[in-house]
């Protein structure tokens, strides 16, 4: 009987963890490949897919997901973990922000991508076909690009399939540190189209986007961020001994809003990411070259800290921060269990 995981020449037998490449294309000067990993369990269970490097600049994604693979022993696993460490290989060697070097395009905006279209779009095609749809549960690890300081958060876009959203919504539940993001299309907080997770969700693959990470930064809190969350969806799956440990009470987050320059110059921001807001209160002010502070730039509500732009010199409408709307997530039975707050 064979037993054997595999996707196209890689195949890991029960209790093996093997490694290889998945070529999608080629430069001039050689193959362009996407770097996997197979843990497949000694023991039965499900299958969970982990990627990072959609945006190759989130350096705490990766390297959470190539500890992930180097940690898990797979004598103790039940189930199978697919792991993909840096899925974008041209951003990644170029250290490029959002876009490919080669076409230009968003990876995070061209699923579900084309067999024969440019090599973000094959890359998209091969990595939902033949990779995350093998899967049960998968997991995008991102954080900050280049010039965003971001504040952690999960996120899930409900699909309207009860059982696919209720894993969803529990895998974001626990990987979080805190906020929690449902997107529903109709609403202020959208699926983002042409994301991996959105996509994988449509095609009942439970998926959310995972992201801890700053400012092409490689902080090792944010890597702990994403190695607690891993952890604790495998616990959650039953994938590893133990059950997930949840240090905060959820937040969830409804609605968001970016606060930008109206003048131009110097940036001198009052605010740190994370820090809660209220409306009114200043956000930054503008110096012209001058000297005058020419804006004083005010939050037109309460919210947290998202996304700070590392930008120090602002232009009329350049975004300075863009800020969540949260509540105390509604009891959600799956994962309230886990809560283990020292209140
Ligand atoms: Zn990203």
Redesign the pocket.
Known sequence: MNTAFRIRDIAAERGTKQRGYVTVGETPLGPIQIPLAIIHGANAGPTLCITAG??AA?YP?IDAVLRTVAGLDPAALCGTLVAVPVVNSPMFRARSAFVSPIDGLNL?RTFPGKANGTISEVIAHVLLNEVVARADFHIDC????VPEILWPYSGYAIQGNPAVDERGEAMARVYSPRIVALYRDGTSLAATKGSLTSEAARRGVASILA?SGSAGGLDPSDVQNHMHGISNVLRFFKMVPGDPVIREKRMLAVDQFVVDARRGGLLRLAIRIGDEIRKGQEIAEVCDVFGDVVEKVVSPADGIARIIWTHKVVNTGDPIVKCWIVEPAPPFAATDAFIRTAA
């Open positions: 959609v945006h989130e994604a995070n991102h954080g900050g690009d992201e």
